[in-house]
């Protein structure tokens, strides 16, 4: 044991004042290169502060900014943002279309179809336009958009790149033209309850069209400049149209066949003096069965002669 410990303490003992003799000289030696790099290259050396390199080349964010999908309605629109492409103003196509602007870019046709939804007959005229890849304008009546699986047809309308615009809430012409003459207030108050009603139908809150087709069309009615200037207030635009496809006449005139409603739509067209813009009026409703049956015929024809489809936004 003693002897153990003569052997051990004495070398503990050194061990010990050796650590301390080591920690002090490197503490001393520490402080004196810290002076030597304090003194000669300053105080920047310890806090760090060298110019930080800003990267001037990405740009600064300052608020989220959603993320927007082609696939997504163009915000307060009635379209979705793959479609703005082809998508066209109410208001110069109709200018373009009478003649008060002149117009000379590719040939535009313009298929619109009216007093829809309808799930069967908006359906099948859906089908037709995406078999030929191509859009179409929808106006829609509030009565039917507020039907059951009417949601569901107009955001197909949507998704598939077509437009949806405003034929009055109810199209009861007594209503809306007392004595002939368009009722400015009254038409107002139905536009923004077809809005809403579509609002509903859909789920999409940020709807909103400000295209407009009177029932009966602008040219049959008396004191409509009021009622442009109303709805007009509200961003909104009318459109009449310059080819029928007939399939409103009166039985004695309206086409019999699918080929002879095609001709028809052509034949309307030498009563147009503008030809490079076309509106075709159309209706889509399930009594009007040779509407889609005929619609891929009409199509060719516009394709053959070299115009382009566009929408009403
Ligand atoms: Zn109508």
Do not use: C
């Not at 943002?81 to 109709?94: C, G, I, L, P, W």
């Not at 106006?139 to 598939?160: A, M, Q």
Request: proline share 5%; glycine share 10%.
């Amino acid at each position: 044991m003693r002897r153990n410990r003569n052997l051990f303490a004495p070398e503990r003992r050194g061990g010990t004042g050796r650590i301390v003799r080591t920690v002090a000289a490197v503490v001393i030696l520490g402080t004196a290169i810290g002076l030597g790099v304090y003194f000669l290259f300053g105080k920047g050396f310890f806090t760090s502060n060298k110019p930080v390199i800003v990267d001037n080349t990405q740009p600064t964010v300052t608020e989220t900014v959603p993320v927007v999908s082609p696939e997504d309605l163009v915000r307060n629109g009635n379209h979705i943002v793959k479609a703005d492409e082809y998508a066209y103003s109410t208001k110069d196509v109709r200018d373009w279309m009478t003649g008060k602007v002149p117009y000379s870019g590719d040939k535009l046709v313009f298929l619109t179809f009216d007093d829809g939804p309808n799930p069967e007959s908006t359906g099948k005229i859906l089908d037709v336009l995406k078999d030929e890849g191509v859009p179409g304008t929808f106006f829609v009546i509030g009565t039917n958009v507020e039907k059951p699986g009417s949601g569901e047809v107009i955001n197909r309308i949507l998704e598939e790149g077509s437009s949806v615009a405003l034929h009055t809430y109810s199209h009861v012409y007594e209503k809306l033209y007392p004595k002939n003459t368009g009722d400015a207030q009254y038409i107002q108050s139905e536009m923004f309850k077809l809005i809403d009603a579509i609002r509903t139908a859909t789920g999409k809150s940020e709807f909103d069209s400000r295209v407009l087709r009177y029932p009966g069309g602008h040219m049959s009615w008396k004191g409509m400049d009021k009622v442009d200037e109303v709805i007009g207030g509200m961003g909104i635009e009318y459109i009449d149209w310059n080819a029928i496809n007939g399939d409103s006449e009166p039985t004695s005139r309206r086409p019999k066949d699918a080929q002879a409603m095609a001709d028809y739509v052509m034949s309307s067209l030498n009563y147009t003096k503008i030809k490079s813009v076309v509106v075709v009026l159309m209706h889509d409703a399930t009594n009007k069965p040779l509407t889609p049956e005929s619609l891929p015929i009409i199509i060719e024809k516009f394709k053959e002669q070299g115009y382009k489809f566009g929408i009403l936004k």
